[in-house]
């Protein structure tokens, strides 16, 4: 047995303490203690991506981290991608593309492209599939999600929010 | 059905020493915890036998690649994204580079450590085959210091594996030779983000024309990985103009013999079988045509 | 094209999707809500000899354990008698909710459902649907399809009299949806009436069988169901879990949530079933077809008979005198089957256009010209004329953007290193259906427009594709044009199914945009010096926001000025867009090709489809951008039936093996390579005012059969069980 335990951390830059037992997913403390429904709990395994975010800057399916790995760490979610330059590139990109439908996949795909084109900012059709690999869509065929993030990594590239290359 | 969460608790050590005095003073109280990507994955489904996880995320001594001029150390706490694009290990042992690329995904790359990988035990992990192939050793920590073995020693059986309660993975170690010609290959129903119904690495090392060290391992195919050391030994002393002449059914036969497949929701024995010795045999067949 | 229809459109809630800000159904936050946890049954058949819930009752935070003994009796109104939970101790199929347990939160939901305790007298399950197609029983008619067996000419004097014959079966195993959105409820009472947040295609069935199964009026039922992350048929029906979620709330007397794990949308709804087809084909030796005979049979629960339909387009197809189509059902311990993209069609044009391309072999003709040589120009079985048919079009662009010429006739042929190259093609079918529909527009002075009808968007685009005909005929600006779905306080429309969205809600959209041209107009007249007198509701436009002289546009009159002069803040109409009597007359469906390369490892086994080119003709194309995705994720459909997808039951336990996304496959994006996407839009002035048909079921009909049928031309072996995983591949 444990006992709720006071864990700090930042999420969308701003503080938030929250009182939970050390094993409970960080997935359910974003979508009901703190209400930021944006990430979505598809598979409850990892397979999906759906619930998808930024643990320290790097991309992890929050349906498998335990709160008690987050204390005193950062954690940005799909509410805060507007603010962040390629995030907005992106956002706008799935829209003009038709990158997003029902719409459950959209968060975790647009953390996956952003971690894909940080690392990546030219990513041919095989790179954008291996760094998408692990965000599952039933509605578009996927087609569209890769013009939208290749279509942002151009525009992302050409207004300097990256840099030409591949790291 | 997901496990209950309040009959969980996980403790997070600040420093490695204080978490080996806590398994040491209560063996096999804790289960180590690091990337949860299994653990959680378990924990989801309600299968989850463990209750009390240690946390290693803090410990600095557990993370990094670290290389000399003799030998590469990978730490458990290794991401396959830290594997996946490490110079050096892509120059000189890509197939850990190629397993870490098709062990899940990003996100569970970004997460899964390799110490995990070895530690969960799988059958079907995909680091695994690599590791022995390559003659890996295996490093464990405990209070009282530090124990090595050949990697392949280590799986004793299915999920079994010679790591004592109070002990921790700390890392494995990889001699860099040169001469290696390797080859990596998965087999899943789907194109990615599929668990293994075969993995297969393999590499030799060639010096003045001649194979002089042989690994060839298997994923998914046995209760552990599956060497195979008859094809290795068949190997060894031929050049590899010699050894792509080998009959394919001889090596078919001799690769068949270290794996013991079953039919399970991912495939049947009957294909793995079948694809195991077919992968064997093309890379035998293939050798001339494999780089330095 | 207009001046929107037929272009380029964003979806008008794209901004919310990518945002994070749309909320499903499980998302709308209740205070005071209580957590509901299913608890599933271990056996597929029997009777719940005991239930034990006191652990569970004891546990922290529980509030209530439900189970059949104290969950009150749902009438069963006649015209649904789905399954419904907690009714009754007998178990009908594995993983049937025995308990709900509902707590404070959901942890401690959870935790005190693995409290519960049932014993069973068990029976043996019987789910082996291919070990007893012989005792297979003769469906009942279909409401869409008709008669279960159907007859033009005689088939089997026919057959015996041909040249040529042709004979195989095949089958297809039990799929599942997987949309990524687990379904879910959110239902509380007050003041005797019901609110409740569901994941559903059809808003206003829910609240009939909520209001009959609860006893209370269908005016004290509001169901909401603003956006709904896919669902591809397994929301068309009334699930049992919206029936369990208001039960709870109003027992309780408080706010209740239920939603679903992966897990239990296995169970939780229903799937395509497991089919089985024999089909008998006679021809001439030039190819001519003389007759057809299609025998399918699909597996059905104990409590409901489902018929898939699966012959339902085989007599409308090629120009063929003699066929015979028969579709039995065989009774298993499984949940009752349902509509899952394309029923029936995908799984009877994957038997049927296999068979065809197996004839191709046997005439030594090419697949395609088989085709066309019998290519039907009236529709075989009643002799109506298609109101528009551009198959032979979509045939000549596929294969020319495909590159069908460079096709070698024979297997084994064409190869590239380790991999085996083939190419195979098929055929694509689906009506062209409408149903009534109603649409309430408010035109208001400040120059917007706000339309609602309780359709639903569960991803193809409907919020945008009705903002883009509302723009078009109330000449108004779309982002001056709001659009309201998913709730039953919106008028009434048809389930999201069939693909009869568009056609439907959109034609309901433009009578009700033509009654509000020809309201404007009468006001304007009432202006002698309008210069729009004289002019009747034909001669006129709605554009730009004038009410204007079709011919001289530069005559007319602003909307909102029409709307100013008479001193009203708005005007609204209700319409309601019945389906024309002159589609009786006839024949009305959707066609298309679809042409396929695939790769073989031969050491593997493994097929990966690396082209695919699909041309379909469905019609007016209202948004070009939405609807080359429905085609897309259609191909990709298809692609996972033909490789991957497989619901698999151990019959020992009658137990659904793999049920979740890590051993249920669907598709992943490496899978999915070049797919090329067309329209051959067709001018159809039958079908309803728009001249649409459907579309999103079309695009994945043909897939799987042209995928097996490359993989033959690849390799030389023929699979006609689905899926062609690699192991059947490499064992052929």
Redesign the interface.
Known sequence: ???KKHYSFLVNGENHTVES?????LL?VL??DL????????????????C?VFLDD????S????I??V?GRQVR???A??SDPLGKIL?EK???H?G????????GM?V?AI??LR?NSQPTLGE???????????????????DAVADAAQVAREQGVLEGGK? | MRAYVPDFDITVPDRLDDALKMLAEKPGFYRPLAGGTDLMVVFNAGHQIYKNFLSLHKFQELHGIHVTDEEVEIRALATYTDLRYHPILKAEFPMLCQAAAESGAGAIQNRGTIGGNIGNGSPAADTPPALAAYGAEIDLISKDGVRSLPFRNFQTGYKQMDLRPEELIRGVRLKRKSGRLHSYRKVGTRKAQAISKVCFAATVRLESGKIVEAGIAYGSVAPTVGCCEKLEQKLVGLSLAEASKLDPMEVKKLAGESISPIDDIRSSGEYRLKVAKNLAADFVSNLENLNV | MGKYIGKEFSRVDGVAKVTGAAPYAAEFHVPGTAHGYLVMSRIAKGTITKIDTAAAEKSPGVVRVFTHKNTPKFAHPEKYKSFKALQSPEIVFNAQPIAVVVAETFEEARAAANLVEATYRREDPSTDFFGRVEEAEQAPDSPFSGKSVQTTGDAEQAMSSAEITFEAEYTIPAEHHNPMEPHAAVAYWKNGKLKIFDKSQDVYTVRSNLAAALGVPEDDVHVVSPYVGGAFGCSIRTNYYPFLTAMMARELKRPVKLVYTRRQMFTGHGYRPFTHQKIQLGAKKTGELISIIHEAANNTSTVEKWNDSTTRFTRHIYACPNMKTIQRLVKTDLPTPCAMRAPGAVSGMFALESALDELSYKLDMDPLELRLKNYAEVDPANGKPYSTKALRECYRRGAEKFGWDKRQPIPRSMREGNELIGYGMSTGIWYAFQQPATVKVVLKADGTAQLTSATSDIGPGTYTVMTIIAAEYLGIAPEKISFGLGDTQMPKAPVQGGSWTTASVGSAVHGAAMKLKSRLLSLAQKDKDSPLQGLGPDEVVLLDGRLQNRKQTSNGVSIVGILKAEGMDSMTEVHKETPSKIREDYQLLAHGAQFVEVRVDEQLGMVRVSRAVEATACGKIMNPKTSHSQEMGGVVWGIGMALTEHTEVDDRFGRIMNPSLADYHVPCCADVRKVDTDFIEEDDRVVNPLGVKGMGELGMVGIPAAISNAVYHATGKRIRHLPMTPDKVLKA
């Open positions: 047995m444990s006992v037992y050390p094993a409970n997913r359910d979508r009901e209400r930021l429904t944006g990430c979505k709990e598809g598979c409850g395994e990892g397979e999906c991506g759906s998808s790097v991309m992890v399916n349906c498998l981290v335990p008690a790995q204390q979610t799909v509410e991608l507007s956002q799935f829209l003009e038709n997003a439908q029902c719409g459950i996949c959209t968060p647009l996956a971690t894909l690392r954008i599939q291996d760094g998408l690999a692990g965000n599952l869509c039933r509605c578009t065929g996927y087609k569209k999600i890769f790291a």
